[in-house]
């Protein structure tokens, strides 16, 4: 008999993750993974042993969570009633450390179920008999830093000898740290952070990329080393001015981040290890509190003056790191702004050595294995690690908001900044070099070139990617003016005048031809212009479209419709002056607010029954009225239960309002939004749109989604651009039809790319429905450049559309035997195993997926299967390449490249290494790389011909 589990609350620092994990869920950038190799005798089986205890040893590693009347809560299971974790074996004979590493890391960025657990696992990857890639990867709401160094230690001695650790584990247990925390944090901890971030304003990075082109928390790093010369002058200044090497990186950065942003005003999150009741000190569990180091930093400050202002700045976070940094952001109330941390966007980490380090196994050589992590928790992080004589870090970026040209120029300009300010710490904050003298130049060159100069207070040419302001010169005379105006110099050259991104925005919108935005009595005010004889939306509704489009702390109060903008003589605008444009009612034009339609509607009565508030409009904000991150998670759940509608907690942290809410619903209801996928930007186009690069477009298996081409994505050319179609679990009502799907398709494809050539790329089923979309692409018009068809059968006989049948009939047959005994039964049927397989899902993910979910999956893959066995396929005249796997059954290859004559044109037949299930891993998915690529490359050269002729 099962022993229920112990209920207890969430620490601050579990629903902090907890709803990040809710904003993101497919998302592993809270995920911890520890890479090793090791080589020598492994034993498979006495590494299992040491997992099992464990597991046994520490209650944080057999927790789960869920909702629960309202709220969140963790579930501590007994060792009996939890979820195992089993060594995943696998085995890749000849690989290289890298490629086994790379196998092991995308087992490890699978997502965890956080309801069903297990919240860690471990992978082993062997490429020979004594070699192999070990990664254990764990959710972050489970362990921290300290708590990866405690398990490392004692997997070395559980591995040696389970005897040596006590089955029981250790007294003070992580349950006993939740159960014994306060429910309320220390009010004069509190009272701290209030005065010292009171006001506090987003730093005005420059962003450079649209939200929308990525994943939340996508992003890369930038790797540097601090030259040796440089780490020995660290220790002698941090031993004359009495601070920590960490209080030095620290201080550097806020130097960097003044001399780029222009602010004055710098804040800086940074972890904490937030065990501050020694007894808990190596328990296992996640504790880590994160702080926020605010300073002021001006031109003319010294360096040694700054340190001794930092250093009194981290000292005092220090004394109250206790307090939990959700509270704070609760008592602080900063408006809210998507997946963006909302006290902070600049992370600073500092380590002794990396975590991997401290992981070794008796007998056997362990040592960290390096590989590629692509996230980045906030828009910019650096972290440094200082091992012995070395001092490593690296700038981690979020790709939707910044370069990586740009985090490369951020990594040169503190590393010259951290030499310049030890070598005399007596510089100023203004006067510290950020460029060399080629770089001088070049700015030099391109003021030059423009008739504008960037520079800053000291009248210096600031870096490319510096905003500063802008001045013209004069030839003769060689005097500089100050136009009033800021700007900066991007990557590629060009003057990029900075403008109020709200203003910009309300400038965008239809209909408007003048717009300003300007502070008044404390408040931001939009003013907007209509263009002659159009029709111009109502105030509100611009206010909504500016709600959705710029970051919330720059969102105006208000909109005004005016006929002109009479500026007063300090170049704001006088609202006495201001008057309504002829037939527009109130310049301020409230509206009716009162929300429309049963959506809306249903959306403001949860909004209503969540916050307390009665008589909410249609423009209200959830956060204006008191909502918070796990009420938002409440209210997604909500609109599930009473809509039958799922919403993304990242769709409602963007959109707040309830029409906002409302009408992402019923885009999603419509089969909006989402089929297509930005995978990939490429590089700029630095010729005409006739010269843009080919895109190319990944075609989703039956599985739906486009992780099977992950290392066919690596190994194509980083200028290519790539975006995906995929398909999301569960039914789709709209696709009535094979041909209702591919008009769906074709035309979210036509809309997303209009007038971009097209190289259309499927696998399996994908290739079916590459070729389909390809010739409904084609009859709209759409220039598609090539199709790529990688081991796919046409389907075009009776024996193809009885196949495809039987695979949608027993995959219906295998969700009704998950739904009734659970989702292990996956893979227990040879047969089944085949088709799940052949379908580009790795069978043990979907056992691991909860059987409700992984039912519904199951008939939405046969729903396409069901689909595609109505497909008819039409000749297309598009050239193609033909890849066919060597290693299938005799005959297999011919069989599938038959089917396609007659219905491509001119066509290449490519012969790549393995089997159906290998076609895109390597060794596979190299070939196709480098053959596909020099496919694009020629359909370019082509055009680029095309266009010269013409």
Request: hydrophobic share 45%; charged share 25%; proline share 9%.
């Amino acid at each position: 008999m099962s022993t229920p589990p112990l209920a207890l609350p969430l620490t601050p620092q579990q629903r902090g993750v907890y709803f990040l994990h809710c904003l993101a869920p497919d998302s592993a950038v809270y995920n911890v993974p520890v890479v090793l190799r090791v080589r020598g005798p492994l034993d498979p089986l006495r590494l299992q042993r040491a997992v099992d205890l464990l597991r046994l040893r520490h209650d944080a590693l057999r927790l789960t969570v869920e909702e629960h009347d309202g709220g969140v809560r963790q579930l501590v299971h007994t060792a009996e009633d939890a979820a195992p974790v089993r060594v995943r074996v696998t085995a890749r004979p000849g690989a290289d450390p890298r490629e086994a590493a790379m196998v092991a890391v995308r087992h490890a960025a699978e997502p965890f179920d956080l309801v069903r657990g297990p919240l860690w696992r471990v992978d082993l990857v062997s490429t020979a008999p004594e070699d192999h890639a070990l990664v254990f990867c764990f959710h972050h709401i489970v362990v921290d830093e300290i708590s990866a160094t405690t398990l490392a230690g004692e997997l070395h001695r559980a591995y040696e000898d389970p005897a040596l650790l006590d089955p029981a584990g250790p007294e003070h247990s992580y349950a006993r740290f939740c159960a014994e925390r306060p429910a309320a944090p220390d009010a004069g901890g509190l009272a701290f952070w209030r005065r010292r971030l009171a006001g506090l304003l987003p730093l005005p990075l420059p962003e450079e990329h649209v939200p929308e082109e990525h994943g939340l928390f996508t992003g890369d790093r930038v790797p540097f080393t601090v030259p040796a010369r440089v780490a020995d002058r660290l220790t002698e200044v941090c031993r004359t001015h009495r601070v920590s090497e960490f209080m030095v990186f620290h201080a550097v950065l806020q130097v960097l981040l003044h001399r780029w942003t222009g602010s004055e005003d710098i804040a800086v999150g940074t972890p904490m290890s937030g065990r501050t009741d020694e007894r808990f000190l190596d328990t296992v569990g996640f504790f880590q509190n994160t702080v926020v180091l605010r300073q002021q930093v001006t031109p003319g400050q010294d360096f040694a003056a700054l340190l001794k202002a930092g250093r009194r700045t981290v000292l005092e976070a220090l004394q109250h790191q206790e307090t939990p940094f959700e509270a704070v952001v609760d008592a602080l109330r900063p408006a809210r702004e998507g997946s963006r941390n909302p006290l902070f966007q600049v992370a600073l980490v500092f380590n002794r050595r990396k975590v991997e380090q401290d992981w070794t196994l008796p007998g056997l050589t362990v040592e960290p294995l390096p590989f590629p992590w692509k996230s980045s928790h906030f828009d910019l992080t650096l972290t440094l690690q200082h091992d012995r004589d070395e001092i490593t870090g690296s700038f981690a970026y979020s790709a939707q908001r910044l370069t990586r040209p740009t985090a490369a120029r951020l990594a040169s300009m503190y590393l010259r900044l951290l030499e310049g300010l030890l070598d005399d710490p007596q510089l100023t904050c203004g006067d510290a070099e950020l460029q060399t003298s080629e770089e001088r130049a070049r700015v030099l060159a391109l003021g030059r070139a423009a008739g504008r100069h960037v520079l800053d207070e000291r009248l210096r040419p600031l870096p490319q990617g510096c905003y500063g302001q802008v001045w013209t010169g004069d030839p003769e005379t060689g005097e500089v003016t100050p136009t009033g105006e800021r700007a900066r110099f991007d990557a590629d050259g060009r003057l990029r005048p900075w403008r109020d991104p709200a203003e910009a925005a309300l400038a965008a919108q239809p209909g408007v031809a003048r717009a300003l935005v300007a502070e008044e009595a404390g408040e931001r005010v939009g003013y907007a212009v209509p263009a002659p004889g159009t029709g111009l939306p109502a105030a509100r509704e611009l206010l909504a479209r500016l709600q959705q489009r710029v970051a919330a702390h720059l969102v105006p109060q208000r909109v005004v419709l005016c006929a002109e903008l009479p500026p007063a003589p300090d170049g704001r605008v006088d609202p006495a002056t201001v008057t309504a444009p002829a037939g527009t009612g109130d310049a301020q034009d409230p509206g009716d607010e009162k929300p429309r339609g049963a959506t809306e509607r249903c959306v403001a009565a949860l909004f209503e029954e969540l916050l307390g508030v009665p008589g909410l409009g249609r423009h209200d904000d959830f956060f204006d009225y008191g909502g918070h991150s796990l009420l938002a998670v409440r209210l997604a759940g909500r609109i599930g239960e009473e809509t039958g509608r799922e919403l993304p907690v990242s769709v409602l942290m963007k959109t707040p309002t309830v029409r906002g809410v409302a009408a992402a619903l019923d885009a999603a209801h419509r089969g909006g939004p989402g089929v297509v996928v930005q995978l990939r930007d490429g590089a700029p186009a630095s010729a005409p749109d006739a010269a843009h690069p080919v895109t190319v477009v990944l075609l989703h298996p039956v599985g739906g989604t486009l992780l099977c081409y992950d290392e066919l994505l690596a190994r194509l050319p980083a200028a290519v651009p790539v975006v995906g179609l995929e398909r999301a679990a569960g039914p789709h009502p709209e696709d009535t039809t094979y041909d209702a799907l591919v008009d769906r398709y074709a035309t979210a494809l036509a809309a997303a790319l209009p007038g971009r050539r097209i190289a259309l790329v499927g696998w399996s089923l994908g290739g079916v429905l590459a070729h389909s979309v390809a010739a409904r692409l084609t009859g709209l018009g759409h220039d598609v450049a090539l199709l790529a068809l990688v081991d796919s059968l046409a389907g075009r006989t009776p024996d193809d559309a009885e196949r495809l049948a039987l695979g949608r009939d027993l995959l219906d047959e295998l969700a009704a035997r998950v739904e009734e005994f659970g989702s292990d039964v996956v893979g227990a049927d040879d047969t089944e195993l085949l088709l799940v397989r052949r379908l580009g899902v790795d069978p043990a993910a979907l056992r691991r997926t909860p059987p409700g979910q992984a039912a519904a999956m199951l008939r939405g893959w046969g729903e396409l299967l069901g689909l595609a066995a109505g497909c008819r396929p039409v000749p297309v005249t598009v050239p193609t390449r033909l890849y066919l796997c060597r290693d299938n059954p005799p005959g297999y290859p011919d069989e599938l490249a038959a089917s396609w004559r007659g219905l491509t044109g001119p066509t290449g037949r490519i012969p790549v290494p393995g089997a159906h299930v290998e076609a895109l891993d390597a060794p596979a998915a190299t070939v196709i790389a480098a053959d596909l690529t020099a496919a694009l490359a020629a359909a370019e050269a082509g055009r680029a011909g095309a266009v010269a002729a013409s």
